[in-house]
């Protein structure tokens, strides 16, 4: 079992940055932060896995980094040059297995209850 927390969300202005943070008790190979908008799907923004690799989904990529400190059982999300299509409820989630670390919602078992992202034009 793997419980995560996050925490850093908040209101930016387009162009802003923030941190989000995830905070997770056990071990889980795959990692990563999807977020869901009202009314859409949740959908996959980034992973990592234990060897670090990550993996971006191409909305997100050169804005957002994704990295992990295992000592301390966390996960970070750092966004740049957010835009309004950013706002979304952020969720970290976890992969108890090994192998690829898919941007799909079905891949995960674990999930956080959320941090909400918004991004004002």
């Known amino acids: 079992q793997v419980q995560l927390a996050e925490s850093g969300g908040g209101s930016v202005q387009s162009g802003g940055s923030l941190r989000l943070s995830c905070v997770h008790s056990?071990?889980?190979?795959?990692m990563g932060w999807f977020r869901q908008a009202p009314g859409k799907e949740r959908e996959g923004v980034a992973t990592i896995d234990h060897t670090m690799a990550t993996t971006y989904a191409d909305s997100v990529k050169g804005r957002f980094t994704i990295s992990r400190d295992s000592a301390k059982n966390m996960l970070y999300l750092a966004m740049d040059s957010l835009k309004p299509g950013d706002t979304a409820m952020y969720y970290c989630?976890?992969?108890?297995?090994?192998?690829?670390?898919?941007?799909?919602?079905?891949?995960?078992?674990?999930w956080g209850q959320g941090t909400q992202v918004t991004v004002s034009s």
């Open positions: 056990g071990y889980a190979s795959c």
């Open positions: 989630t976890a992969r108890p297995y090994f192998g690829l670390c898919p941007l799909s919602v079905p891949a995960y078992t674990y």
